[in-house]
């Protein structure tokens, strides 16, 4: 049915990047550059009262140090998010407070980085110190100090009570559901900071082109959002920044954030020169993390298990600044709750500050956190009322053709869109998912003795594809002489390979190869606008902006063909790079048709550009089954086999999908069982390195099954959703539902680490 | 101070301080697919191959390399003739962002020289050092397995 869609072609810039040729930010040298370094708070919480930058002045090589005395001061967010932004704007580039360890204090640009880091040393900051909130749960209390108390920050929910966000929304009668249900549950977890460690971390490099511009080149999510939020922090307009993104080394979230980028540029802008920040990796562990959530999940249902009522509360920590404070959030109500059907449902959510590291959005974006909850709580239903896991959710889990209201209740920080689901194939991956793991085999942890206990946990999950009536993406497309297509996209390929996956998009609409594709993207000069990366939006909304310019492009190639083919457009069809007359039974290349329209008659360049946006937000759905082995003397947990059943509609590029899938997959098992953050008594995180944060390499593996079950989503690009995100959100859950299976107690607090484990089965006997 | 050593098989002579890490040497010099992901030895993006064995560039000083052989990912192949290993984690679709490619394919290198025949745990202990967190390893497992059963059990 497809030919160059539903295909796994080779990743466009495979080879490329195979032979270390790809450009990434740092492989481009540049004359004269300067290195950019960060003096940081070693306080979590306190005024400046002073800051002597004269024996740093004094060193030779340091060029500029920009600090609150002598700079702008401008509120904003750092979040990464489409105009205008549902974060507050609580951000400065450098204020009179710090606000948690490793706060910017002063940036000092140098001639090497060692002259960078010996000045840093040499400046003299005096500090008063305030009380600190380094605990979600004692942000609210009446005593709390405050931590944003500054004047001209707004779009702060409640100052007063460290409130970055808040919302609730109420559908049906959530108390008198649960009053009147014949089975509740009611439990809630706490997750934890982690951080998202792409292999290349933060970097940038600014400098001014022949006419003065600023060039911002940098590795980010969002090209566009960084251009507008420069121009407003730097106070110039957007016409005088470019920004570029070459190669990006991993994301996950952490660069849809931008927060590095003006400190360079205005640096270059007061030096002339080009200056490159380059986070190291401990720098990157307090760049930007994950929201840590307090999930409370009440449930009522009736004694065959159907769910009536839902309850979530939740309590976010955003740490110092509110990025993406409100959004997380939300989506821990949206991209969870649609999930099962219910007359009454009720989301109560909080985000607060703290003086800990920023958190950000982070793959999973909120889905993740509350999933950690929802999850355990249907298995502890499944018990009480005498259930198959499996089977309480297939009797309660939305079905086709259905909606929920949550849809439209909860959306980016706002009123989200009704939504009816049109593609499932939920159960199909249910029913291989209890093949591939034995799960008839599974016996409860009452009948299991011995040292090392195994058990078997499932969840099942959806997350959303982009942000709906909000997500705008464009494209342009042009032919050349031989038959080839310019392809310019604002999609933003953070590795994903959605370059490639545009590029087979557009291939296949305009009845060519992808390799006639060549595509550029992600260039505020030369491309047109895009979001950007990020809530699993570039298949779904950037490919239906592709599909858009190439059905115009494929219009005007016919308008061409009918007049070289001495024919009727009716009677043009377009086939294999050719388009033929099917009454003459002649035909003309694309390169033909390119030259004509190029050199000979009516010139003009066959050329258009689409945008698109999207009134919904298709779920893509995923069942997931894990067998874990506990070791009951020392609390270890390893996991056997994982197993994850994956619809996100058509798979446009199938290996890059399940590639979404498995790297989410592998990334959400150590979160579950190794990431963690160790802090001091001031919140300073203490273990920013490989060696004492562990995240899992190739030994870790456990075995890893995944498979996609295709559906078909009418409103998609070849009928595709989104498939980016979602693979996070079940190792958590599922290992904490095979660990009660196994050994009887639940994980209530993240990692899932051994002392934890071993502390709970002591406390157990 | 100079050092001669052998850079993707061709005697070379540079001047270098002693002090100069190899990962910073060596993107001096041009040779940008050596990638720096954390500068504490932990993560592989910047492994280079000395005298077979796989290390990695951030740990090494310039005059450790001395009188030595290297290779490093542009000693490989290049657009037009990528490497066999190249080629098939591309096939494979173990390259995502692919910053931790570059050390992954000499790893994997270093491994079928010595052990043309892996066994799973085999290959698993020949990358351990190298970490990715855009694949989740499975398709950089399997392209291993393929790079070996292409090669055959010969050197390369």
Redesign the interface.
Known sequence: MFKEVNK?V??V????????????V??QNFEGLLYGKFLRSPIPHGIIKSIDTSEADKLPGVETIIHYFNSSHIPHTTAGQGYPEPSPYDTYMFDKKVRFVGDNVAFIAATSREIAEEAIKKIKVEYEELPAVLNLHDAMKDNAPKIHDEADSFGIFDKDKNLAGGVEVNVGDVKKGLEEAEIRVDYSVDTHYSQ??????HICITYLDEKGRLIIRTSTQVPFHVRRICAMVLETPEKNIRVIKP??????GTKQEVYLEYYAGKATLLTGKPVKI?L??EEEFISRTRHPMYVNVKLGADKTGKIHTINMDVISNTGAYGSHALTVMFNSGSKCLPLYKAENVRFNGKTVYTNLPVAGAYRGYGATQGYAALEQVLDILAEKVGKDPVEIRKMNHIQKGETSPIFKALGEGKEGAETFIKSIKLDEALDWGVEEINWQDRIPYTEKTGRYRKGKGMGIFMQGSGIPLVDMASAFIKINDDGSFNLQVGATD????SDTVLSQIAAETLETTTDNIIIYSSDTDMTPFDVGAYASSTTYISGGAVNNAAEKVKKQIIKVAAEMLETHEDDIELRDTKAFSKKNNTSKTFGDIGKYALYINNQFQIGAIGSHISQVSPPPFMAVFVEIEVDTWTGKIKVLKYVCGVDCGTAINP??A??Q???????GLSYALTERYIFNEKGKMMNG???DYK?????D?PE?K?KLFPSYEPTGPYGAKSVSEIGINGPIPAIANALYNAVGVRAHKFPMYPEFILNKLEKNG | MKINFNLNGNDRTFETEPNEKVLDFL?RIG??????????G??G?CAIILDGKIINSCMLYTGQIDGHSIT???G????QN?HLI??T?????A????????GM?LATKALLDKTPNPTLEE???G???????????????KAVVESAKKLGGKNV
């Open positions: 796994s080779k990743k810039d495979g080879i490329s990047l195979a032979t270390g040729k790809a450009l990434f740092d492989d998202h460690t792409p292999i290349e971390p190669r990006i080394g991993g994301a996950f380059e190291t990796r953070l590795g994903t390979g290996k890059l399940e590639g899938v498995e790297g989410a997959i592998v990334n390195s490989f060696q995240i899992f390499n190739i030994e593996l890893l995944v | 993107r040779l940008k697919g050596v990638k720096r992901g954390c500068e504490t932990d993560c993006a490093t990912i542009e490989l192949g290049d657009n990528p190249q080629e984690f591309v096939d494979e679709g390259v995502q962002c692919g910053f931790c490619t570059p394919i290959i698993k202990n990358l351990s050092g190298n970490l990715c967190r855009c694949t989740g390893y499975v398709k950089i497992e």
